[in-house]
């Protein structure tokens, strides 16, 4: 009988496995491969017809090209003559995070650094990233009163078509166009698809704080999936689970501030794919169609690329590019905290001054729950002495201990909780601004007074952690003591501890704490002297 149990369960056991894995499949179907064995983005049958085998050599060939430097009030690009490829991109109105005199590059191939951003046509013949241009000249500039700025690079070499690969500067705009224009020179129609990709290395961008990280690599954007990160480590695993295909949404490589991405209209058909290409270096891309295009007529394609600092109203630019402002699991609070400290510093002008009046803000609409947590706090002082002779009398006898102080509780009418929860329940507050302050890209560089000349960097001299951990210390003298010895102790090194761990926390978010500390302290004396003092009364009133 056991036998036959035993047996019965083993079938059970198998066939719920074999319905489970079934199962899996369906909601998880393996994803099509959207690149070619050799590393190159390869599109699929329902994007083109190009005809098969027309993918071109795509591994990462460091070939030296010549220089075309692209100076515009927002950029100053260096496109190379191999493949059109933007392989360097500073950025004019921001600066270098270790030295403000140099411009921010974002886009560079330096040394094991890489960050590129690279297109090409998948077809038979037709130029990719490696194939050769020539350009007119070597240098352009945007004119004073010149609303944009064209570059046009032409394919050498190719049979059957004359290409040229175009980019398209605009003032006061970090959206640069990219795309190709296709003359059909054959006899024979011609069917192609286009690929747009950026090409990174993993590494974390410089100055960026190994004590505070923040998300370095891809992310994919659908109207249906949403914002996804796609991290570096399961690209190289092969483990992504973003949507390959859509008509909608953009992709991206996200790094602390600043964002690039490929931007294809909507409505057009798009492959997304990222690939891990050796030598840690990792790209991110869409492919897109290209309409067919007849014996002697010419066709064009284009995708705009969004290439500057991350931002909420990014929105206006593309849906969900606004996301790239990366806000952790509470972006729901972090986004109306960020939006409000911005009208208070486009009133005030100093970011220091938005963030003192913003934490005076957060303070009043906490204020109740603020008050009833000191409140408790101060009853829980007040009955101290009854607790430690509670703890004389039974401290050798634990059971007896809880039941006295909980009966001295009821009495009273403390709840030994009501300190904490209010501070729980400000707790998201607090991270929501942390991240507020440490992504938003406002507070890069933003001063100030005196030696904080960046709120978003650590306070050079830690004078901030110093005064928060004195402030701490002076908090925690109005607290009760806590009845276990070991806990009063750690009370004691706890302003120590935090000080030492703000030390490398953005000066913004220490100064929010130094002032919301100094308010409290204010609150809870004002409500611990008045709860004593009408104790005091009480004790001496006769009746």
């Known amino acids: ?48 017809a190009a005809p098969a085998g027309s993918a071109p050599a795509t591994e990462v060939k460091r070939i030296s090209g010549a220089k075309i430097v692209v100076k515009t009030d927002n950029f100053v690009a260096e496109i190379n003559t191999v493949g059109g490829d933007l392989r360097r991109l500073e ?5 270098d995070a270790k030295d403000k005199a140099k411009l921010f590059v974002l886009m560079q191939e330096q040394g094991t650094h890489s960050y590129l951003a690279q297109t090409g046509l998948l077809g038979a013949g037709l130029p990719t990233h490696n194939s050769l241009f020539s350009s007119a000249a070597s240098e352009y500039q945007m004119a004073a009163g010149q609303d944009s700025l064209e570059v046009r690079l032409t394919a050498n070499d190719i049979v059957g078509a004359t290409v040229t690969k175009i980019y398209t500067f605009h003032r006061g705009s970090y959206v640069v166009d990219v795309g190709y224009e296709i003359q059909n020179t054959g006899a024979a129609p011609m069917a192609a698809t286009a690929y747009f990709q950026l090409v990174r290395d ?28 796609v991290d570096f480590s399961n690209i190289e695993k092969s483990k992504t689970d973003y949507p390959k295909t859509a008509d909608n949404g953009w992709v991206g490589m996200l790094q602390h501030y600043f964002v690039s991405a490929w931007l294809p209209k909507d409505k057009t058909q798009r492959e997304y794919y990222t690939k891990a290409l050796g030598n840690d270096l990792f790209a991110a891309g869409v492919i897109v169609p290209v309409a067919a295009i007849a014996p002697g007529q010419a066709g064009k394609v284009s995708v705009p690329l969004y290439a500057g600092p991350a931002q909420a109203k990014l929105d206006d630019v593309a849906p969900g590019l606004g996301l790239t402002v990366d806000y952790g699991w509470l972006t729901i609070i972090a986004t109306p905290i960020f939006w409000l400290l911005t009208k208070i510093q486009s009133i005030v002008t100093n970011w220091g001054v938005a963030i003192i009046l913003l934490t005076v803000l957060i303070k009043l609409a906490f204020f109740p729950l603020s008050a009833a947590s000191y409140r408790s706090m101060a009853k829980m002082r007040v009955v101290a002495p009854k607790l430690e002779k509670i703890k004389e009398r039974y401290g050798d006898d634990r059971e007896r201990l809880h039941k006295e102080m909980m009966e001295l509780y009821k009495t009273e009418k403390i709840n030994p909780l009501g300190g904490c929860l209010p501070m729980l329940i400000q707790i998201p507050v607090f991270i929501a601004l942390y991240w ?7 507070m890069r560089h933003a001063p100030f007074f005196a030696w904080i000349t960046d709120l978003s960097t650590p306070d050079p001299f830690y004078v901030l952690p110093l005064i928060m951990a ?23 090194i706890m302003p120590l501890v935090f000080a030492v761990v703000f030390f490398w926390f953005p000066a913004g978010l220490v100064l929010y704490s130094v002032v919301n500390n100094v308010l409290s302290i204010a609150q809870q004396w004002y409500i611990t002297r008045s709860l004593e003092s009408a104790t005091k009364v009480a004790a001496n009133d006769p009746r």
């Open 91 to 95: 950025l004019a109105q921001h600066r």
């Open 202 to 229: 993993s590494s974390a961008p410089e100055g960026d704080s190994k004590f505070v990280p923040t998300y370095t690599g891809p992310a994919v954007y659908t109207d249906k999936e949403k914002f996804q990160k």
């Open 470 to 492: 004195v402030s701490m210390f002076l908090q925690s003298k109005l607290n009760p003591t806590p009845a276990d010895p070991l806990q009063a102790k750690m009370m004691q």
């Open 436 to 442: 507020s302050i440490l992504s938003s890209v406002e």
């Open 1 to 48: 009988m056991d036998l036959q149990r035993l047996f019965l369960f083993l079938i059970f056991s198998v066939s719920s496995m074999l319905v489970w894995e079934n199962w899996q499949r369906a909601q998880h179907p393996a994803p099509a491969p959207v690149t070619a064995a050799s590393g190159v983005p390869a599109a699929t049958t329902s994007l083109t």
